[in-house]
């Protein structure tokens, strides 16, 4: 079992950056896909990106490609999410979630049913 608690979210304004962090519990984290969800206010939760278990491989929503980027530290038990370019439709509650499911790393990680393990949620919002 694994726990994840997020931070690093707050107010930016439109074109600005944040780097969101994920924090988890245990000693096998490097077993689990992590990824990240959002869900804005009304919407149901979708995916933002994922990475594997090493960190080689990622997938990203289309939405995101080129201004967001995932990354994982397997010593520090993290994965991360640098935000660029942040857009006022990036606002959102953005999670952080496990998956031990078995492999390959394929693009069923970007359903939000993969994953059995998820945080609290960190707050973002985007000012035009």
């Known amino acids: 079992q694994v726990?994840?608690?997020?931070?690093?979210g707050g107010l930016v304004?439109?074109?600005?950056?944040?780097r969101l962090s994920?924090?988890?519990?245990?000693?096998?984290?490097?077993s689990y896909v992590m990824g990240w969800f959002r869900q804005a206010p009304g919407k149901e939760r979708e995916f933002?990106?994922?990475?594997?278990?090493?960190?080689?491989?990622t997938y990203y929503a289309?939405?995101?490609?080129?201004r967001f980027t995932i990354s994982r530290d397997n010593a520090?038990?993290?994965v991360y999410l640098?935000?660029?370019s942040l857009k006022p439709e990036d606002t959102a509650d953005y999670y952080c979630a496990a998956s031990n499911n078995p492999g390959p790393f394929t693009n069923k990680y970007m359903r939000a049913y993969e994953y059995g393990?998820?945080?609290q949620g960190t707050q973002v919002t985007v000012s035009s």
Do not use: H, I, P
């Open 3 to 8: 726990q994840l608690v997020e931070s690093g």
């Open 13 to 18: 304004q439109a074109g600005g950056s944040l």
């Open 22 to 30: 994920c924090a988890a519990s245990g000693r096998t984290f490097s």
């Open 48 to 57: 933002v990106a994922a990475t594997s278990w090493s960190g080689g491989s």
């Open 62 to 66: 289309d939405s995101v490609k080129g």
């Open 76 to 78: 520090k038990n993290a």
């Open 82 to 84: 640098q935000m660029n």
């Open 117 to 119: 393990y998820w945080g």
